[in-house]
C-alpha cells in the first residue's frame, strides 16, 4: 500500500488520550495511547518488520506491533514496568515472552 494513501484515511480522525477511565490505562505515568502506536508502525514499518522499542514503559508498542503481526523487541529496566509489559502481552496473538534480568 502506498503510503500517502494510507496517510489520507487517518486525516481529521482525533486520538483520545489515555486517562484513568480509559480500558487501556496502566500505572505507567505516560502512556501512549495505543491508537498513535498502531498509526506509526502501520505508516513506516514493512510487513513482517521487526518493531523495536528501546523505552518499553507501559508496552505499548509491543502490544500493538503484536496484535497487527509483527514481531516486537522491548527493552526496559524498571521492574515494575516489566511487570506492565508482562501483563498486557499475556493477551497478545504473539504472547511469547522472555525476559532477560541481570
Known sequence: MN????????????????????????????????????????TTAKPNELIIDTFGGSGTTCKVANEIGHDS???????LYCQIIENRLKNTKKNQIKLINE
Not at 480509559?22 to 502506536?37: A, G, L, M, R, V
Open 73 to 79: 523487541l522491548v527493552f526496559e529496566i524498571d521492574p
Open 3 to 42: 503510503t500517502s494513501i494510507y496517510c489520507q484515511k487517518f486525516q481529521n480522525q482525533e486520538i483520545n488520550q489515555v486517562k484513568n477511565v480509559s480500558n487501556e490505562k496502566t500505572e505507567h505515568p505516560c502512556q501512549i495511547p495505543e491508537e498513535i502506536i498502531r498509526r506509526i508502525i502501520l
